[in-house]
T-cell receptor, first 116, second 115 residues
Framework: AQSVTQPDIHITVSEGASLELRCNYSYGATPYLFWYVQSPGQGLQLLLKYFSGDTLVQGIKGFEAEFKRSQSSFNLRKPSVHWSDAAEYFCAVDAYSGAGSYQLTFGKGTKLSVIP | DTAVSQTPKYLVTQMGNDKSIKCEQNLGHDTMYWYKQDSKKFLKIMFSYNNKELIINETVPNRFSPKSPDKAHLNLHINSLELGDSAVYFC??????????????FGPGTRLTVL
């Protein structure tokens, strides 16, 4: 079965610093990968996704992620963090679950705190 | 315009009660989902429906029963509520199940508190 690991439970960065959130997945076939962000008390917003093609994908709010098949990773990056980026970030893999359907499996999330 | 909406946003109730959470999407999607997010923020799928038919039914107690009157609505009814049911429940939708290239769009969540 597929799984997603986000090794960092909580990361704190200073405003203006660069950011990298790690995500590793386990899936036997070509994965379809997503990063979602959840602000406090809010729902999940899609930041970016990887389906195929260019392994470096651009998303909203200045985020990007790079798919590395050899490392089974899909790390999220941002060159300069803003205070409004403080939130919970979830990596997810969309994988075949049988009976012609696909299922989104989430990592446990990384909480990002930003120091002004 | 709200793409995926849920009502209510907050729900506080006593153990043993029966409650429902409603979800509606105006994206024209074929597939809808319910997820549970526990107190540690872990998100896990509960159900998915495609064109009003149940596709995914994870190991969820029988007290949870999804109902899809049409493809734009997926309601979640919970019988005999227990303390452990306290969580945030998210509804989501995507275009078609069966294509792994579908993006799921999430509602704002319903925070259920069972006392």
């Amino acid at each position: 079965a597929q799984s997603v690991t986000q090794p960092d439970i909580h990361i704190t960065v200073s405003e203006g610093a660069s950011l990298e959130l790690r995500c590793n997945y386990s899936y036997g076939a070509t994965p379809y990968l997503f990063w979602y962000v959840q602000s406090p008390g809010q729902g999940l917003q899609l930041l970016l996704k990887y389906f195929s093609g260019d392994t470096l994908v651009q998303g909203i709010k200045g985020f990007e992620a790079e798919f590395k098949r050899s490392q089974s990773s899909f790390n999220l990056r941002k060159p300069s963090v803003h205070w409004s980026d403080a939130a919970e970030y979830f990596c997810a893999v969309d994988a075949y679950s049988g009976a012609g359907s696909y299922q989104l499996t989430f990592g446990k999330g990384t909480k990002l705190s930003v120091i002004p | 315009d709200t793409a995926v909406s849920q009502t209510p946003k907050y729900l506080v109730t006593q153990m043993g009660n029966d409650k429902s959470i409603k979800c509606e999407q105006n994206l024209g999607h074929d597939t809808m989902y319910w997820y549970k997010q526990d107190s540690k923020k872990f998100l896990k799928i509960m159900f998915s429906y495609n064109n009003k038919e149940l596709i995914i039914n994870e190991t969820v107690p029988n007290r949870f029963s999804p109902k899809s009157p049409d493809k734009a609505h997926l309601n979640l009814h919970i019988n005999s509520l227990e303390l452990g049911d306290s969580a945030v429940y998210f509804c989501a939708s995507s275009q078609v199940s069966g294509s792994s290239a579908d993006t799921q769009y999430f509602g704002p969540g319903t925070r259920l508190t069972v006392l």
